[in-house]
């Protein structure tokens, strides 16, 4: 495991997610999956994801994937987004007054608040909705009969939320990379320029997974659950 | 076009001089590439081809052909026009040319002349550059930060609604931005429009 984190530095991240401990030693994977009780497939796949690596949907096996895992993953990178990567980014924002105009700054503000909190409420509706509803499944409960199909998960508006959350964060580092200038704060803009990078990276991976396990294991435990 | 060079075309009878001028000029540290012309038709024949900068002249190779002058001036418009003078011309003649150079002048002098031709050519390209969005592709930039529908946008610029499809795709394509906040404050930051707008 420790050769791979030398490799890719990133995968550090994802041992903070999963609560393992960086020292290391010569474990394998296997073993630190065990150690940690995480699911290894699950795992495994995280890592190929932050090593860029894509499969298809269709090369995987959806069986083999352990749900809680994956939704403990999801549920710290939130926590990674909205405590740690977006105030850094609203913090390099705030920063920015030093040096620019306010009216200037204005807009960017603006245009980051409005984006973030789109990005709450979408991680909010996941934790609110989409998780309990992973869960209420896996307990064999019915939940669409249950809540009047109130809380019915529809993935491809689910798609579409997560869509909207890249594309805004492109749009955000195009403008900064290619039509504001921040008169001489060049190192602040490649302070935020690398963040906004790292997120957009992160945000990948995250509907990657979402997209690639999430939703199949969703739609075959919706399938059982249909069948009886 | 690539601007790290400079094109300068001489029409100038005398070797010696043509030698001279372009020896002073390559020990700059300007990427100056030479074509020399034994007359205006030559030059003319040549000039939609190349995109020369600079054209020196020797005024007395256009005496009496002010009027094909004019034709060349007219179709290389980016070109700037320097005479090289020996002799005395009149100003009417004189007049077509954007800088007056004398083989008496001091080198500097010269060199500074050449400075301010390349300075001149090289903004020319930079507003080029600058310039991503065409007019009309600007007036819908606006209209849409302004919070008018395509229909509407359309209607005020007698468009069709698929041309306005168009350059909405093009503005999104050149400036990479697909969210109306963000091409509002490209909008901003390039002064298309104001605050209170």
Redesign the interface.
Known sequence: MADLVIENPSLLLLLEHFGMETALNDISIGHLCKQYRVNTPVFLLLCNLYNGFFPQRKDLNPEQYSLPDLIKYLKSSHRFYTSEKYPQIQNYIIQLHRTQRP??IK??E??FG??FQEVLEHLAYEEEVVFPYCNQLLQGKKPGNNNEGQHAFCSTEYRDHHTDIE??L???K??LL????LDGDFILKRKMLNALIELENDLYIHSQAEELVLLPLLERLELKDRNG | MDKCHINIAVLEPSTLLYEGLSTMLLKTHHHYYFYRFADLEELSSMCEGTNFDIIVVNPSMVQNKQKAFIRIKRKMPKVFWMALLYSYYDNELLNLFDTILSVTDAPENMLACFEKACISCRCAVEQGKNKLLSDREIEVLVALTKGLTNKEIADLMNISVHTVMTHRKNIIEKTGLHSLPALTMYALSKKLISFDS
């Open positions: 009216e200037d807009q960017l603006n245009f409005e984006y594309t805004k492109v749009d955000l195009n403008l290619k039509h504001l200038s």
